[in-house]
Structure formats: C-alpha cells, structure tokens
C-alpha cells in the first residue's frame, strides 16, 4: 500500500479504516446487510446536511467501546452517533445547538414500535386531512387569498390557525401553502404524547427540506443552506399527499429503528440508555456528561464558513414551535458562523504559536475574515477543552472533519484540529483521511465551501492520557498542571 503525505507533514500510508482497526463484527440482519447500512437507510427520513454515515460510526463504537459504555456527541446533529450506539448495546449523550438536530435527534432516539405508530398515525392523518378539506372550501371566497401576516391567526372557516413568526415567510410559501402547513402544524402540537408531536413536526420539517420540486416551498437546493427562489404551484391536494407520505415514511424508518434497539436490549424507550440536550453551546460543560464518564467522544465538528444551519433550518423550524428560530437560540451562538467583533486575534495567536505557523498565510487576523478564522479556532479549542473534561483516562475522541476553503485555498482545518486537542491535553492517536462514497456528506460549493464535490474527510483521533493532568500551551510550549 502506497503513502501519502498527510496533511500533519508526515508521511503515513492511507487506509479505509479506522487506525489500528481490525475489520468489525457486524451484525447482520436481512440477510447479508450489515448493521450500519441498515441504519443508514432508516436516516433517510430527513436530509441533514454533512451528516457523516453510520459505517463510521459503528466502526469508531466496535473499536474504542465495549457494550455499556457511554458514548458522547457533542455536534449530534440528526443522531448519526447516537443512534449507532443505542444500536450496539452502548449508553449515548448527545446535545446540539440547533434546534431541528436535536428534534431529529430526540425522535430516532426514542423510537416506538410500529404498532404504537400506526394506533396514532391513522386518528392523526384523518384530523389532518379533515382540517386541509376545510382549507379548500373556504380558500378563495372572503379575501383568503391575501397574503398571511407572520404572527397572525388566519381564520379559515371554522378554524383559527396560528401562522409562524417569521418574516420571510411569505416569500418562501404561497399563501394556500400557509394555511395548509398552518393546519398540520397546529395539528402536531395538539398531540398529547411529546413523542408523537415531534414526529408530526419532523415529517412537516421534511416536506419543506426537501429537493426541488418536492419542496412545499419556493426553495431550491434549501438542505444546502443558500437557496434560491423559484416559484411553482402547490396545490392543497399536492400538500396533502406529501405530507402523508412524509409521514408515513418516517414512522416506517422509526419502527425499524425500535426494533434494532430492541435486538441490541433496549425495546422501552423509557429504558433506553439515550440523552439529547438542546440547545446546548458545546463550549460550555454538559451536566448529563460529567467529568471522566464517556469512553468515547465521536462527532464532527462545523466546518468554517461553509455550511450555514440556522439559515437552512429557519424555513423549517418556524412551523415546530411558531417561532423563527432566532428569536430562540442567536446565531452568533453557531460555531463556524458567529461574528467574531470583539475577538483579539493577534492575542490569541501569540498564545497558540502552532496554531500561527498553520494559519493561512492568505489571511489575516486583522482582518474581518481571518479574524473570524482565529475565533473558529478558539471556539474548537474550547470544545477540545471540554472533551478533555468528559473523557474517561484512557477514553478515545474521534473528530470527523473536512477541508474547505477560503479564498481560493484550503485553511487546512485537520492539521489545526490535531494541534489544539494536544493543547486541550490529548494524546494524538492518528489524522487521517477518508474517501467518501459519491453519494455521500453533501456540501455547498462557492468561495466558502467546497470546490466540487467533497471527496474525502479526515479523521483525527485523541486518546485521554491514563494519568490524570492537562497540556497547557504557555509561550509556545505545553506543560503539564
């Protein structure tokens, strides 16, 4: 097997597993199928953008854990991690800044069986398709087809629905559209059981992120964070059957996730050793993971700059709760996209003199881009920090990331990974790359994506030294405390 030079500057040979890995167990089911690649299926429900796949993530779980131990994502997303390790027997703790990934995240967590789905499913659809009917006799006659005000209740016949708060609302739907994802929407939240409501929004979430033209919005390309408009004509029949659909395929994906977990010990999802927190900063210590009690940290990390949630999500999550979503968590709270004012670049380099040999010689810290460049930075150390804190001696930290570029050049984000986990106090395992299957961890493209598709990510792997004290970089050099 060839070498290549890495992005760290040493050459190492390229594998397709995870370092020091031998080839995994798999459980099979459906015949040949592995486990992985069943669970990668039953994440199609919903797209998430730059979601990692579960082959991954089963590897990263067979290789650092043992069945009962705790595995933590603090970047959980649509519950990649957590639901693999749900699978094979482990304990999983994830949290999530924004508030769909913790959404998709809670529901795959806390599947149900396909019998409870269909007893809630069927009561559930009729209310929904007798609210849309009403929609379509009133629609047209009183002036319904003025454009909705955010914030408003649209009166439609006999029902009163409240309409988002969000102020690109109607740019992005027609106004029959409204009413109709209005009516569903207000449907969903009258469920009693939690669990139930989440699902009904998750499979309303998914009929609007959704490709062009399956979209029940004006969005093309939405899952990939900068849309453009492009009108088309959705008629409430078409609303409807997409709905339905949505819905029907998410709770048939969920049923088989209850019973994958229900094959690895963990059929009551009252029993089922799963916690999602959200939001949650994850710069900031996570009660749920306390000190020295994961054995397993597996997560990928925001990219600078290149993928923009809040701004994907934000047509979305108005619908869940009736709020645009940063009236709810701000969006200087995303690491990658936060405005970096007030962040003192040069400081923070003269105390990371590593992290300043690799900056992008392009850039500058004192300028607004490099500035906001040094501030991800910082953010990730913090992160790193945080790792460190919840990591057991001896536990293992698998951060999946890519390389995208700025400016025209890549900011050679794996190298700057490594050297701040060895500031954080972590050992550096391995930092690799790893090809990516062409239908796989979709990103935009543009001067601050990717130029392409995405064809490889790296995986940078720590370990928690077994001896309790902490790296710290002072002056250039890192001592022990």
């Known amino acids: 097997m060839g070498s290549r030079r890495n992005h760290l500057g040493r050459d190492k040979p390229v594998r397709h597993s995870l370092p020091g890995a031998q080839a995994p167990q798999r459980r099979c089911i459906a015949g040949q199928q592995s486990l992985s690649a069943a669970l990668e299926r039953l994440h199609a429900f919903h797209v998430y953008c730059a979601r990692f796949s579960s082959d991954l993530a089963e590897a990263a779980i067979l290789q650092y854990t ?28 994830g949290c999530d800044i924004d508030l769909l990934a913790g959404m998709l995240s809670s529901v795959k967590c806390a599947a149900r069986s396909p019998q409870q789905y269909q007893r809630w499913k069927e009561p559930f659809v009729r209310r929904v398709a007798a ?52 009516a569903i929407a207000t449907e969903a939240r009258g469920c009693d059981d939690p669990h139930f409501q989440q699902v009904a929004l998750i499979a309303l979430s998914s009929c609007i992120i959704s490709k062009w033209p399956t979209t029940l919005s004006y969005a093309m390309d939405i899952d990939h964070t900068r849309p453009h408009r492009r009108l088309q004509r959705i008629p409430l029949d078409r609303v409807l059957r997409t709905y339905i659909r949505r819905l029907e395929r998410a709770v048939w994906c969920l049923g088989q996730l209850h019973g994958i977990y229900a094959a690895a010990g963990a059929a009551d999802s009252a029993d089922r050793p799963a916690r999602v927190i959200c939001p949650h900063d994850a710069r900031q210590p996570l009660e749920a993971a306390p000190a020295a009690s994961q054995s397993l940290i597996l997560t990928s990390p925001p990219y600078f700059n290149a993928v923009d949630y809040p701004r994907s999500h934000r047509a979305s999550v108005c619908w869940m709760n009736g709020h645009d979503a940063g009236e709810l968590v701000s969006r200087n709270q995303y690491i990658g996209l936060r405005y970096a004012g007030g962040f003192d670049a040069e400081q923070w380099l003269r105390q990371h003199s590593e992290i300043r040999r690799l900056f992008p010689p392009h850039l500058s810290p004192q300028q607004p881009l490099g500035r906001r460049l040094c501030a991800f930075y910082a953010d990730l150390e913090q992160v790193l920090h945080q790792s460190w804190h919840a990591l057991r001696p001896g536990g293992h930290a698998l951060y999946v990331i890519g390389d995208n570029v700025v400016r025209g050049r890549r900011i050679g984000a794996p190298a700057v990974l490594a050297a701040l986990g060895r500031c954080a106090g972590l050992e550096l395992i391995q930092a690799r790359p790893r090809t990516i299957a062409s239908d796989r961890r979709r990103f935009p493209t543009g001067p601050f994506g990717f130029d392409g598709p995405m064809t490889h990510e790296h995986c940078v792997v720590f370990r928690k030294p077994a001896q309790h004290h902490k790296g710290v970089q002072i002056g250039g050099s890192t001592r022990a405390r």
């Open 131 to 182: 609210a849309i009917r009403r929609i379509a006799e009133h629609w047209g006659s009183g002036g319904w087809r003025a454009r909705p005000d955010p914030g408003s209740v649209l009166r439609v016949g006999s029902l009163h629905l409240p309409v988002p708060v969000f102020a690109q609302l109607n740019y992005w739907f027609a106004p029959q559209v409204v009413a109709a994802l209005s």
């Open 66 to 93: 043992r069945p009962g131990q705790s595995v933590f994502d603090p970047f959980c997303g649509s519950g990649t991690s957590l639901v693999a390790a749900v699978a094979h027997g482990r304990s999983a703790v």
